[in-house]
């Protein structure tokens, strides 16, 4: 049964939407990782895409959506992270303008890296609420239209393109690990993998300190988690009270829910540098992570994959982590 909300063709026909704009990214096998599990290991080396995460195939699907009257008033976003670029991205090869609403918090080489893209940013208060107020207000005021970070259909149609092209690369596929937070990704991925087979066990990761879907699923309703510094900062952020779409999703097709530590998630991002050659961000690492402390167990000699989901990491904070012994 197909749960409501999203499905397969709208995947299907996002992947041929957002196709010209969007890197086809290569699944690799790991050697390493099949040598230490016994199984096979599939990368989806999502670290490689425009912008250096997945977040532009949810943004430019969603985008491509819009009427031209929509375009022509513009999009808003309200992302410090790897929306935010995407937002900024999609917007600048589709000639739409885009705000992004930011607190004062935001650091300068955030800033930077958005502004770069040619997306305006609009500095307000000291948190990402005040952010979001004013990012409604341009909503109300200017018909601007907000590009939703992960609880849109669209959105997740977008996101389970990279679930199809993984499926694509590797049918045999019996575990799949994806990085946890609004359930965006996670979502999409699930209805892609599922309809390719329903048996396949899908698995969303999160870290320990502030995992608001995990939480929300355990609560039976979404909750708010109190946020805290941490290596996986993507996958920091709530899920929204008023969740609609990516909530009802990752609790119907998510098999099973995993934390890490930090300690856990800077030994995956240490694995996929020495032995894969790869930059990942904490979030993009968890899968890694999941695999190499044992949390996640291959399943009667099947393959596991996961996603490499991003590599926007601070150099400095990455060098640190990388030259730390296990
Ligand atoms: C946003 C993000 C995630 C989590 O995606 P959700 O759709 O919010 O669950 C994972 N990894 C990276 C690199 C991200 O940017």
Known sequence: MQPSGVTLQDILAARRRIAPYV????????ASLEARLGVPVALKVEALQHTGSFKLRGATNRMLHLSEEDRARGVVACSTGNHG??????????????KVALSELVPENKLAAIRALGAETIIVGKSQDEAFEEAYRLVREEGMTLIDTFDHPQVIAGQGTAGLELLEDAPEIDTLLVPLSGGGLMAGMAVAAKAANPKLRVIGLSMECGAAMIESIRAGKPVQVREEASLADSLGGGIGLDNRWSYPLVRDLGDDFVLLSEEEIAAGMRHLYREERLVAEGGAAVGVAALLCGKVEPRNGGTVATIVSGCN????AFTQVVSQAD
């Open 85 to 98: 670029r995407a937002v900024a991205e999609a917007a600048r090869r589709l000639g739409v303008r885009a």
């Open 23 to 30: 890197l086809r990214t290569p699944t690799i096998a790991s």
């Open 313 to 316: 990491v601070d150099m400095n």
